[in-house]
């Protein structure tokens, strides 16, 4: 899962840079939870947590891991939350 969510990070990273012409000092953390169903497609993405002010930005992210498409879990559907930090310069 991992490799699957850093194989974006590009796309990731490209909303944010996009946002930051905007907010010039846009800094915080953006929590996204999603289910992975049993043939590894993304379900019910969404932002559940967002320090940075940026609806833009999380609507951005949500978009981008709603493309993913994940190793079918063994056992069953997964939910995952997974939080991106974004910080100027960093």
């Not at 320090?51 to 995952?80: A, D, N, W, Y």
Request: with cysteine.
């Amino acid at each position: 899962m991992q490799r699957n969510v850093w194989g974006r990070v590009s796309a990731i990273r490209a909303c944010y840079e996009m946002q930051l012409h905007v907010k010039r000092k846009l800094a915080g953390k953006v929590t996204i939870q999603w289910v992975t169903d049993l043939t590894g497609k993304v379900k019910g993405v969404k932002a559940v947590q967002n320090s940075t002010g940026s609806v833009e930005l999380s609507r951005c992210i949500v978009k981008v891991i709603g493309k993913i498409h994940f190793q079918p879990p063994e056992g069953g559907m997964c939910i995952v939350r997974w939080p991106f930090v974004f910080s100027p310069g960093g």
